[in-house]
């Protein structure tokens, strides 16, 4: 037997070779059996069939003795095939649908609730701690927007599956009127999936802007209720719904606005000049604060790699043999206090 023939079917699903061929065979025929299969392809079919059959890409022809098979259509094999799986899925949308009505019907009880807590309750503030319920709670707040959602999403380009997911979730936002403001970081200019989002996005009238370092991971929904990362907790969100905490919230969106710059459709040569500076002023910056290059690149949201290659460009540039040194090199010199007066000045 040959070795192609002799192998088991490929990973996912694929046919072995004996069985595409046997199909081949099959298709321009009416019917056959085991033997007429086996006679023509060289091999013994058995397995093929088997396989075939399995996959609902055969089937036997009724009332011929001995077995005799025929071949179906792929989309009609699909069709059968997919079947089970369908109905499942249904099966499994059912019963979130119930399980969501369940726990909805007691939004109005848990709302009665916390209207009666003391300003200061626990109720005010949230940790959610599983990203699939944070992520579902965040569409139901944007669905529940009716003024402003602010955002700020610090970390370079956004990841593209990231974008694909809130991307109609937004769209629908802005045609319903509600105003968006996003910052972002200078280093998402970069990012085509990001300046793709941003152009459909601003199309519909939101706001976008860059910024080079200090944004906080967080949104804000009609200055009602904010939404915050939760430092090294991956996928964990702090829901705030104390008015005090959002106000400084949306405060310091504001503070970081006011000092960011429009994201361009295109990042001219002049701009991409310009931002490149701004970006090495801070790396310099934090160079002389001591930070390492993995915590440099996570404030400025780029690769630790490219970080590493800015820096090395800025030791080479001042000739300097260590990170620290580079920052001090290029750290401003603090204006020295004046001379104290000779002595003879203060003779009368």
Not at 157 to 180: A, W
Not at 194 to 199: G, I, K, L, P
Not at 229 to 234: E, F, G, I, L, S
Not at 318 to 328: D, H, T
């Amino acid at each position: 037997m040959p070795a192609e023939e002799s192998g088991p079917p490929g990973a996912a699903g694929e046919l072995s070779p004996a069985a595409r061929r046997l199909y081949a065979y099959a298709v321009e025929r009416h019917a056959f059996d085991l033997c007429e299969a086996t006679g023509a392809l060289g091999v013994r079919a058995a397995a093929a069939i088997t396989e075939l059959a399995a996959a609902h890409l055969l089937q036997r022809v009724p009332g011929d003795e001995p077995d005799r098979w025929s071949a179906v259509a792929p989309r009609a094999a699909a069709a059968r095939a997919l079947a089970p799986l369908a109905l499942l899925v249904r099966e499994t949308h059912d019963e979130m649908d119930r399980l969501r009505g369940r726990l909805e019907a007691l939004v109005p009880a848990y709302e009665a609730g916390s209207a009666q807590r003391e300003p200061g309750g626990s109720g005010r503030l949230e940790l959610v701690t599983d990203l699939g319920a944070v992520r579902g709670l965040i569409a139901e707040l944007v669905a529940a927007c009716e003024r402003e959602l602010l955002t700020s999403q610090p970390g370079g380009g956004r990841p593209l599956e990231t974008l694909e997911e809130s991307i109609g979730r937004d769209e629908s936002l802005l045609t319903r009127g509600v105003r968006m403001r996003t910052i972002y970081q200078h280093t998402a200019r970069y990012s085509r999936p990001t300046a793709a989002y941003v152009e459909r996005v601003t199309a519909l009238g939101a706001q976008v802007r860059t910024l080079g370092d200090g944004l906080m991971r967080m949104l804000i929904f009609d200055e009602h209720t904010g939404v915050m990362a939760v430092p090294d907790r991956n996928g964990a969100a702090l829901v705030v719904r104390e008015p005090s905490v959002v106000h400084f919230m949306t405060a310091a969106f504001e503070r970081s606005w006011v000092g960011a710059e429009p994201f361009p459709a295109s990042v001219s040569p002049e701009a991409a000049r310009s931002i490149s500076d701004e970006l090495r002023q801070t790396i310099v910056r934090l160079l002389s604060e001591g930070l390492e290059d993995k915590v440099i690149a996570r404030r400025l949201g780029m690769s630790e790699r490219t970080c590493q290659r800015h820096i090395a460009e800025i030791m080479r540039a001042v000739g300097a043999k260590s990170r620290f040194q580079a920052g001090y090199l290029l750290s401003p010199t603090p204006a020295r206090p004046p001379a104290p007066a000779p002595p003879e000045a203060y003779r009368s």
